[in-house]
C-alpha cells in the first residue's frame, strides 16, 4: 500500500525564472561555447543554491537542449529535451493524475 502526500512546495527545485533574472547575484557565469549550440557554465557564489554546477546547452533557434547539474556530493543529473513542439495544444486529460487503488493521499 502506497501514500501520497500533498502539499505545497515551499520553493521549488528548479526556479529558470529566478534564475534569469538574478543570475548575476547569485552565480558567476561563464559562456563555455559562443557558436550554437551555445554552452553556459553557473557555479553559486554561495552555498545555498543546492548544486555546485550547472551547465544549460542552448541551440541556434535558442531552445535550452540539455541542463546538466552537479550537487554538492558530486552527482550528476542530466536533462535532455528533444523533439520540441512549439505553442501545441496540449488536452487537460494528459495532466490527470491516476493513482493505484490502494494509495492513500494525505492533504497537509
Do not use: A
Not at 1 to 16: I, S
Not at 65 to 75: H, S
Amino acid at each position: 500500500e502506497g501514500r501520497l502526500y500533498k502539499q505545497k512546495p515551499t520553493q521549488p527545485l528548479f526556479d529558470l525564472k529566478s534564475l534569469i533574472r538574478d543570475y548575476r547575484e547569485r552565480f558567476q557565469c561563464r559562456l563555455i561555447r559562443n557558436t550554437p549550440p551555445y554552452e553556459i557554465e553557473f557555479r553559486p557564489r554561495s552555498g545555498d543554491e543546492g548544486m555546485s554546477k550547472m551547465k544549460i546547452t542552448i541551440s541556434k533557434h535558442y531552445l535550452i537542449k540539455k541542463i546538466e547539474i552537479v550537487d554538492p556530493m558530486g552527482n550528476e543529473s542530466i536533462f535532455q529535451f528533444n523533439r520540441f513542439s512549439l505553442n501545441k495544444r496540449l488536452s487537460d486529460k494528459i495532466f490527470k493524475l491516476r493513482l493505484p487503488k490502494d494509495v492513500e493521499v494525505i492533504e497537509q
